[in-house]
C-alpha cells in the first residue's frame, strides 16, 4: 500500500541540525574525543532526596493507576505554594493550575485549543522551536517577532502592524530567554499585558529557566505584573531547575479559561503524569532548595571560565545573567552553520547554529555549559589551538 503523511507533517520545516548530526557521527568514526556543548540537558543528576521520593512513592500501589490529567491535587497546590513563596503570585490550585507531562507537552497543544486554522501566533526569533511547530499543528500561521542584540533580545512589540495583532489569538514569549539567555524586563512585561488587553491576545509565556540564574540576579513572574493574570499563563517545569528533563514534569498557571482550555485538550489526549513522578515533584518545590542554588553556582563557574576563555581567544561575548547557553556572534566571515562546523571538524566541539532555532538567529551559535569545568577548559584551549 502506498504511506501519504499529512500535510501538516509534510509541511514541517527541514530538521536544521540534521548535517550537524551527521557531521558528529563522521567526527566521531575518526576516533575524536568529542565535546558536546550542543544539547540543553543538565549533565548534573537530580538530587537525591527526589529521587527518594521517587522510590517511597512507587511502593505505593493506589500511584500506579491512572492519574488525573490535570494533575493531583497535592501537587497543584504544591505548585500553588510555590508560586507564593517565590514571585508572591496567589494562584487557585484547583482552576489555575494544570500538571504537564513535561512543558513542552503543554505547549504544543495549548494551540488545539485556541487556534483556528487561519489565525496567527506571535512567535520569537530565535525560539525553543515549539512554539511555532504547535501552531502549525492546529492550523495556525506564525508571525516571527525577530529577537535582535539592539534591542536586548526582547519583541520590538510597537513593530508588529496593527492587522496582524489584530488577527493574533496567541503570543509566545521566553525569558529568560533559550537561545539568547537574554532576560526580561518589568516594563516589557508591562508593555505586553498592556499590548494584549488592546488586542485581545492570550499571552503564554514559557519560564523554564527562572530559576537558572546569576549574580544575586531573580527572574521575573509574567504573572507578576499588573494584570497579567487576565491576559495569559505560565509554563514552568521541574526539568531545568531540578535537573529532571527525563522524568517529564511540568505545569502551567495562570488564567483560568486557558488553562481549562489546555486541561480540555489534554483529557483527550493524554491521562495524566505518572503520579509517583508527581509525588517527587512536591519533593521538588517543597524540599530543601539547596540544591538549585548549587545548581547555579555551578553553571556560573563553568560560564566564568568559558567567557574569559573566549574574550581571551578574541571572541565577543557578554556573561548571560540567566540560563546555561551562551549566544555567541560567529566571527566575521562564517555563517552560523559554517562556524559550527568549523568548531566541530577542526575542535571536536558541538555547538548549535543560531540560525536552526529561526532565520532571526543567523549570524550566532549557541553554547550550552553542560560538560564540567574541566572540560570547558579544554574546550577553550582547542578553539585556541585551532583558532578560527
Ligand atoms: C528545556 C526547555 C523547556 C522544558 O521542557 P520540558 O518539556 O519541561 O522538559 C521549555 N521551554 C524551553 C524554552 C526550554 O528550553
Redesign the pocket.
Known sequence: MRIEKSERVKKLPPYLFKEIDRKKEEVRARGVDIIDLGV?DPDIPTPEHIINALKRASEDPANHQYPSYTGMADFNEAVARWYKKRFGVTLDPGREVVTLI????GIAHLPLAFINPGDIALVPSPA?PVYDIGTQFAGGTSYFMDLLKENDFLPDISSIPSEVAKKAKLMFL?YPN?PTSAVASRDFFESVVEFAEKYNIIVCH?A?YSEMAFDGHKPLSFLEIDGAKSVGIE?H?L??TYNM?GWRI?FAVGHPEVIGGLGQIKSNIDSGAFQVVQIAGIEALEGDQSCVEEMCRIYAERRDILVEGLKKIGLAVEPPRATFYLWIEAPKGYTSAEFTAHLLTKAGIVTTPGNGFGSAGEGYIRIALTVDKERIKEAVERIQAVGY
Open positions: 540543553g513535561g512543558s513542552k507537552e525553543y521566553n533559550n514559557d523554564a509554563f517545569s526539568s531545568k528533563t511540568g
